[in-house]
């Protein structure tokens, strides 16, 4: 089964407002952590925002809020007021405790276009 | 400035010619990974170390081999690389290896092999 699921192959949003990318996570593990991160087209990975699967509030950094529904087993990515340079993909990841590798977990991603 | 740092960025090979990727981190960090990315197969892990001289296997290790004989050092080697390892790489590094830390990437290294 996947463990990270984003079913958003491609969005669009016109700038200055805001998206939802969504994610949902499949674990058994009480202790985990879920990550966004964002790939431009120059092929870097660039850290967003993390939810700790203790975090009792929403993760905030800046125009990145993750929505954590834990009992849905959903993260989703809210990116406010959406800017030109906000065009990229972006991979919603999971990483888990127990006794495993540890790997961080991603989904298949969703292609954000900003249209101005 | 805290960074992981992969050489080279781009790649040109031949098969069966080895090769070496270089991985080098400033944080002191005891975790390092190398995933590779595909179109459509998303990031895949090929290696992992937990700290100098621990590595294992990630999902996809055929073809790899890796070494961990300093902290800041991940080297990714290809001993007789083939067209089927044509991909981006990533070399990523954590400062621990419980869930609640993320990976800081490399810039990553677009090899392709003919």
């Known amino acids: 089964a996947q463990k990270i699921t984003q079913t958003q192959p491609g969005m669009f949003v016109q700038e200055k407002e805001a998206v939802t990318l969504d994610c949902t996570y499949d674990?058994?593990?009480?202790?985990?952590?879920l990550f966004w991160y964002k790939q431009p087209s120059s092929g870097e990975m660039i850290f967003l925002i993390y939810?700790?699967?203790?975090?009792?509030q929403n993760a905030t950094e800046g125009r990145y809020s993750l929505n954590f529904q834990k009992a849905r087993k959903s993260a989703n990515l809210v990116i406010s007021a959406s800017q030109l340079g906000d065009s990229a993909m972006y991979f919603c990841a999971m990483r888990e405790g127990g006794t495993g590798r540890r790997a961080l977990t991603f989904g298949s991603g969703t292609r954000l276009q900003v249209q101005p | 400035e805290a960074q992981v740092t992969q050489n080279p960025r781009y790649l040109i090979t031949v098969t069966g010619k080895k090769l070496t990727v270089t991985c080098s981190q400033n944080m002191n960090h005891e975790y390092m990974s190398w995933y590779r990315q595909d179109p459509g197969l998303g990031l895949r892990q090929i290696y992992y170390s937990m700290n100098v001289e621990v590595t294992d296997k990630g999902d996809v290790p055929e073809g790899y081999k890796v070494s961990r004989k300093e902290k800041r050092n991940f080297p990714l080697i290809l001993e007789s690389p083939s067209p089927n390892q044509t991909s981006l790489y990533f070399c990523?590094?954590?400062?621990?290896?419980?869930?609640?830390?993320?990976?800081?990437f490399g810039s990553g290294t677009r090899l392709t092999v003919v």
């Open positions: 939810q700790g699967s203790y975090d009792q």
């Open positions: 674990t058994s593990d009480p202790s985990y952590g």
């Open positions: 990523a590094s954590s400062s621990a290896w419980t869930p609640f830390y993320g990976y800081t």
